[in-house]
């Protein structure tokens, strides 16, 4: 076996070099190590302290989305109430004039059917008249006896509803 010395081995100058370059830049190695580190550390405090603004934010628009979800409640609520007296109102006023027209029509009917009794009334006046007219002049043209006249006027008044069927016929 062959040794060889402790200064031919690579691997010991490369130890060496390592030591060297270690003690000549380490330091502005280490600050440039701790720069980037301490970057690093910042960009991600800063990224965690955006994080907690946006988790803020997000709250406050979670609870303002929470009151405006409720007061929408509220507002709905009331419109349902108020609808529901509206249609309740509404369907009193409307079986009001319900009752105000019939309480008219009646009125109407009322008065169709007084004007239509008048108008009997007058008719049979008229034609009683007529019929006690006819007579009259039959009575004093012919001159009859009192038996005679009063078989007249009997039958005059007999044939009273039959000229009233005639009349309202026509």
Do not use: C
Request: hydrophobic share 55%.
């Amino acid at each position: 076996m062959h040794e060889t010395s402790f200064w031919a081995e690579p691997r010991t100058w490369v130890i060496i070099a390592f030591v060297i370059f270690f003690a000549l830049f380490g330091r502005k190695l280490w600050t440039v190590i701790t720069q980037i580190l301490d970057g690093r550390a910042t960009m991600v405090r800063t990224e965690l302290e955006e994080a907690a603004r946006l988790r803020r934010e997000a709250e406050a628009m979670l609870h303002d989305a929470q009151e405006r979800r409720a007061a929408a409640l509220r507002d709905a609520k009331a419109m349902l109430e108020s609808a529901g007296a509206e249609a309740a109102r509404v369907a009193e006023q409307a079986r009001a004039d319900v009752e105000a027209s019939m309480r008219r029509r009646e009125r109407m009917a009322a008065d169709r059917i007084h004007a239509a009794e008048a108008a009997a009334v007058t008719e049979v006046r008229r034609v009683a008249t007529d019929v006690a007219m006819q007579a009259a002049t039959q009575v004093l043209a012919g001159g009859l006896g009192a038996a005679t006249e009063a078989a007249l006027v009997d039958r005059a008044i007999a044939g009273l509803p039959a000229a009233l069927a005639g009349r309202h016929a026509a």
